[in-house]
């Protein structure tokens, strides 16, 4: 009724009973009284050849009319331009369309790897890092549950066997199941171009040994925590504030940059929460990378850290299931282990150790390892003791000049020029046996007793691989006061 009576007002003539009157836009319709030229123009010409298909099929399904009522050019102008903004939305729909079918059609290509050691899985050679049956794959790749499974090498090594798996470290030459340390180190090279936080761990009983000077290599500008670990391996009564003055001013010298520096240790927890704060407080949304050389002890403080964490965040609760493999096999680690342990965003990532060449890792055969390992508080085995040899009377006259001192198969000191009264002190492992002969007899009882008396090695066939003392190194140890003691910081 309303456009029946809007159709009488606009014309004095009525209209055909087939006709109607189209309006697209009521707000934008201009009405006149009286028949007025219009001229419409527009930035964007269209030519009946040039107009979308739509525009095309609107102006010749409805007759063009007579009179006032007819669709004037500027109605015609309006539609082009409303079709025109139609289509461009439809178009715009259909990419969102696309872009949303595209995402859900992305396939994940990252390679599933062992969450014991970080070697990427695989079903062929057996005695290779990452072996897993192809059974056990098949049903974990069928229930999407890959992250869960542990290679053969880490259970193995999770029951006590030493299974080296660094080519060119503990006598080994290498084999095509081993994995240099220059490609360990290479998985560590994108760091540098990435925004994250780096842990850095040193091992306090071999603080300049596992110290990695050229960190920076690595890491780039990322900020670094100093973490130093195992300090419940120090003599009883140690004073940690005196051990904390040390390192500060050991980095110092060193010429590294850090946020703060923490003494732990992974066995009793000390030192453990102050490090998860510190953490928090600088991830700030980054990925967290714990950093190291081989052997430092970085699987072991991971479990500690999210043992610590787990009592607030549910995060860390469920990745202590899956925790990296420990062992004392350098090279246990071979590839960057992701583990979700943060619920505000950024992963936490355990890496393979950097190999060191001067370390006793790199030489040590892999079964003699863990006689090297501590696992108790160091004690000082004093030097000279009483002697069931019959030296006891050569040591009272002279002293220690003249005689060399065996530290196991590792280490001979040649003792040069000492007062009589001086006595040698040695921090290590318990098993690390001590023995003095005359220095002229030394070159003869080495070559006799490697092996047997001085072990490591074990054994005179790894005695027959070892390759000897190869370093030698002069050594002038000063003191003020006679009654304290001087010390080797080597």
């Not at 050019?73 to 715009?92: C, N, P, S, T, V």
């Not at 009592?311 to 350098?330: F, L």
């Not at 108790?376 to 030097?383: A, H, K, P, Y």
């Not at 220095?439 to 047997?452: I, P, Q, W």
Request: hydrophobic share 35%.
């Amino acid at each position: 009724m309303a456009l029946k009576t809007l159709s009488t007002f606009l014309s004095p003539l009525p209209l055909p009973k087939h006709y109607t009157l189209s309006i697209f836009n009521p707000v934008s319709l201009n009405i006149y009284r009286k028949s007025t030229p219009l001229s419409c123009k527009s930035t964007h010409s269209h030519s009946p050849s040039q107009l979308p298909l739509s525009d095309t099929k609107l102006l010749s399904s409805e007759p063009e009319g007579t009179g006032a009522a007819s669709p004037t050019r500027g109605d015609r102008f309006l539609e082009r331009q409303q079709a025109d903004e139609a289509a461009k939305l439809l178009i715009k729909e259909i990419k969102k369309t696309k872009k949303k079918t595209k995402k859900v059609l992305k396939v994940n290509t990252v390679t599933a790897c062992c969450y014991g050691c970080g070697a990427p899985l695989q079903t062929s050679e057996v005695d290779a890092p990452g072996y897993v049956d192809m059974d056990t794959y098949e049903l974990k790749k069928k229930h999407h549950q890959l992250r869960t499974i542990l290679c053969g090498r880490c259970r193995l090594l999770s029951h006590g066997h030493m299974i080296t798996a660094v080519g060119g470290n503990g006598g080994y030459s290498g084999g095509k199941q081993f994995v240099s340390a220059d490609e360990l180190r290479e998985k560590l090279s994108h760091l540098r171009h990435e925004k994250a936080l780096i842990v850095k761990l040193v091992d306090i009983v071999d603080f300049n040994g596992s110290f990695l000077s050229r960190v920076r290599d690595l890491a780039g500008a990322n900020p670094i925590i100093l973490v130093v670990t195992k300090v419940d391996l120090l003599p009883k009564g140690t004073d940690f504030n005196c051990v904390g003055d040390w390192v500060v001013e050991a980095i110092t010298k060193k010429k590294l940059n850090v946020l703060s520096v923490h003494l732990t240790s992974s066995k009793s927890l000390v030192g453990i929460a102050g490090v998860a704060s510190e953490i928090q407080k600088e991830k700030k949304g980054r990925d967290v990378y714990i950093l190291g050389s081989a052997n430092v002890g970085k699987s072991a403080f991971i479990s500690a850290l999210l043992k610590m964490m787990a009592q607030r965040d549910p995060a860390a609760a469920a990745a202590q299931k899956y925790k990296p493999i420990q062992s004392a096999v350098p090279g246990t680690t071979l590839g960057p282990i992701q583990i979700d342990a943060f619920l505000g965003g950024g992963k936490l990532y355990d890496t393979p150790g950097v190999h060191l060449h001067h370390r006793q890792a790199a030489v040590v055969h892999s079964e003699d390892l863990p006689i090297l390992a501590p696992q108790s508080r160091l004690r000082g085995q004093s030097f000279p003791v009483s002697s069931k040899n019959g030296m006891a009377g050569k040591f009272n006259s002279n002293g220690l000049n003249g005689f060399s001192i065996f530290w196991g198969g590792l280490v001979r000191i040649d003792v040069l020029k000492v007062l009589p009264e001086t006595c040698l002190t040695f921090y290590g492992p318990k098993k690390l046996p001590i023995h003095a002969v005359p220095t002229h007899e030394a070159d003869e009882f080495y070559k006799k007793e490697l092996g047997v008396l001085l072990t490591p090695p074990t054994g005179k066939d790894r005695a027959g691989e070892w390759r000897g003392l190869e370093t030698v190194q002069q050594l002038q140890i000063n003191f003020e006061d006679a009654e304290r003691t001087g010390v080797d910081h080597h």
